[in-house]
């Protein structure tokens, strides 16, 4: 791993190993690929939840967390191809003087972002790796993703609308820009090394992981709960399912912001709610205090 210290602002830079570019990238369009995580950007009766992605909980514009995801995700597939160079000119022992240069910063070859990243950059390795030469349709399409979305998130602009669909066609283009990269640094050079990864590891690396429903239900934050589920404990927020504690057969709390709670449905079958931990444990007081006031006695264990 290369470490540079930048001396002025007290900070040490190191590189980003490219499998966990690719894992990043890969988890991200996994999750927009999955309608019920695009559905949360369109709020609930015009009042907006807090968004759940891959790696934080967001409570901001939705917008605004379009722009950031997309913005980074392009970041993302810049520095995968500066990376995938870095890796093949250290194979020819090309790491020095202009080569350093160049990966450090493509636009010191020349014009253009998007011709230095994915043309003349990889063209230092091979002519032929440039994105121009091995797929020109492809080309096109990165070059108006450039023009039209890029410069301008990356300067003055930001996504006005929440609708996440837009966002989910460039992430699909970037997708094929990492094909494009596989074909040159193909993902078996990614994934050599010292650590052996787990088949589901090097799956993902080769295409976006399906994302389960349970994975991006929305939480319910503490703070979000409405004043008529303060004050009445047979009221739930909207979008969750109404259940006694009876139901419940069990609770966990995962490595994360989420408690799942484990439910047995009247058919026998099972299901998992996922919450905030404040809400879930609020949740829980509320329904036991409701079966307390029917009569009905608590579960000895939760």
Wanted: aromatic share 8%; with cysteine.
């Amino acid at each position: 791993m290369t470490v540079r210290r930048a001396e002025s602002f007290d900070l040490a830079l190191s590189s980003v190993p490219i499998i966990n570019l690719r894992l990043d990238f890969n988890r991200l369009l996994g999750f927009f690929r999955n309608e019920l995580f695009r559905d949360q950007f369109k709020g609930d009766q015009g009042v907006v939840r807090a968004l759940r992605t891959p790696y934080f909980t967001w409570y901001g514009r939705p917008n605004v967390l379009l722009t950031h995801l997309l913005r980074e995700a392009i970041v993302n597939l810049e520095s995968a191809v500066s990376s995938a160079v870095w890796m093949e000119a250290g194979e020819r022992g090309l790491t020095k003087g202009k080569w350093r240069e160049a990966i450090d910063n493509p636009m010191s070859l020349g014009k253009g972002t998007a011709h230095c990243v994915f043309n003349l950059l990889p063209a230092l390795i091979d002519p032929d790796f440039a994105m121009r030469a091995c797929d020109q349709e492809l080309w096109k399409r990165f070059r108006a993703l450039y023009k039209e979305v890029r410069n301008g998130l990356f300067h003055s602009m930001e996504i006005e609308s929440d609708d996440p669909s837009p966002v989910l066609d460039c992430l699909e283009l970037l997708h094929d820009g990492h094909g494009w990269l596989n074909s040159w640094h193909p993902i078996e050079e990614i994934a050599a090394g010292p650590i052996r990864w787990s088949p589901e590891t090097i799956a993902t690396l080769r295409a976006p992981p399906e994302v389960p429903d349970h994975e991006v239900r929305q939480l319910m934050p503490i703070w979000a709960l409405t004043e008529e589920y303060r004050t009445s404990p047979q009221s739930l927020p909207p979008g969750m399912v109404q259940l006694d504690v009876a139901d419940v057969s069990g609770v966990s709390l995962p490595p994360s912001e989420l408690v799942v709670v484990s439910l047995v449905l009247e058919d026998g079958s099972h299901a998992k709610l996922n919450l905030s931990p404040g809400a879930a444990m609020h949740l829980l007081l509320r329904l036991a205090q409701a079966q307390q006031a029917r009569g009905w006695a608590l579960p000895d264990r939760i």
